[in-house]
């Protein structure tokens, strides 16, 4: 079976859902796959991983997985002696996510910002001309269009 495995569930055909379980070491060749199953959730997955006899399952040290709690229940309870380690998938897919929140919420307050400085301008009887940055954006500008910013080098 192997001391590291990797837990998922995957949409094989016609959006059936299936576990799968595999053995890291052979990295998707033969011999890698463990165990799969027709289902997803926790307690069927599970009846059918504890077939598998305990002294096997208990000389899993790690098991990586994303982050469903039914993943985690099943990964604690089938192999209960493994670390569970989150896959390098969702991690970064979270912070991205969070990230991206908080610049639409900067970009709403920087348009809220400037409809602000428009109207003081059109009441003073004043062309509004908005401040650019270095690069030549407005900051508005700038947070429109900054998802993939992270994503470039220094010099671009």
Not at 74 to 89: L, M, N
């Amino acid at each position: 079976m192997g001391s590291h495995l990797s837990i998922d569930e995957v949409a094989l055909s016609q959006g059936e859902l299936y576990t799968i379980v595999t053995n890291k070491k052979f990295k998707g060749k033969k011999g890698s796959l463990v165990a799969i199953v027709a289902r997803t959730k926790a307690d069927q997955v599970i009846e059918h991983i504890c077939k598998i006899d305990y002294k096997q399952r208990s000389l899993v040290k790690e098991i990586t997985l994303d982050m469903a709690n039914s993943m985690k229940l099943i990964s604690k309870r089938c192999f209960p002696k493994a670390i569970q380690v989150t896959d390098r998938f969702h991690v970064p897919k979270l912070s991205l996510e969070a990230l991206q929140e908080i610049r639409i919420k900067h970009r709403y307050e920087a348009m809220d910002f400037e409809n602000q400085l428009i109207m003081q301008s059109k009441s003073e009887n004043k062309t509004y001309i908005p401040e650019l940055l270095p690069n030549g954006d407005s900051v508005k500008q700038l947070l429109a269009r900054s998802r993939y910013l992270l994503y470039k080098s220094r010099e671009k």
